[in-house]
């Protein structure tokens, strides 16, 4: 069958659990991890212009509003070295030929930064949780797109440093 021509995975609508606990009508908005390449500029003996290089990858968080203090999500913070939480975003992306698909992050960090925003009486107020990650694990329709963590990087469930690490003697 022949894929559609019609706009594919829109995202219309999202989910986040924290600790294993569902935040169904909880949350305002979420901003997943956002994997990005260190780049280095560099420029050797006889090179007439810098290239850039990649040296890994920046480190990864992801933040969420809530309109209220969940206590829930509050104790989150400010946990021992050491302990990691896992968190669960889920997106429901719909093809405009009616497809629904599962878009499934898998996410270990720490709760770093539970932010409070401004209160005044008669607005909502907005409450800002930012989340570093330690592990993140992105699937469409059971399928891995990126899997990475401190010592590896996957796309589409293949090492893209298994020769470095075999290099290491890893």
């Known amino acids: 069958m022949a894929a559609s021509n019609l706009p594919r995975y829109l995202l219309r609508d999202c989910m986040l659990w924290a600790d294993r606990e569902s935040q169904l009508g909880q949350i ?22 810098p290239r850039k290089i990649k040296l890994g990858f920046e480190g990864l968080e992801f933040s969420f509003k809530m309109p209220g203090l969940d206590p829930q999500v509050l104790k989150l913070f400010g946990l021992r070295p050491g302990v990691e939480t896992p968190f669960m975003i889920t997106g429901a992306t719909v093809d405009e030929d009616g497809t629904t698909h599962s ?7 720490s709760l770093y930064k539970p932010d409070h ?16 990650v330690n592990y993140y694990k992105l699937e469409i329709d059971g ?17 893209q ?7 290491l003697l890893l």
């Open 143 to 159: 399928n891995e797109i990126y899997e990475m963590d401190d010592f590896d990087f996957k796309v589409g469930g293949v090492s």
């Open 28 to 49: 305002g908005d979420i901003t997943p991890p956002v994997p990005e390449s260190k780049m280095e500029d560099m420029r050797n003996a006889g090179m007439i212009k």
């Open 103 to 109: 878009a499934v992050m898998t996410i270990r960090g």
């Open 117 to 132: 925003g401004t209160w005044k009486g008669g607005d909502m107020a907005e409450n800002d949780n930012a989340v570093a």
């Open 161 to 167: 440093y298994g020769d470095i690490r075999n290099a």
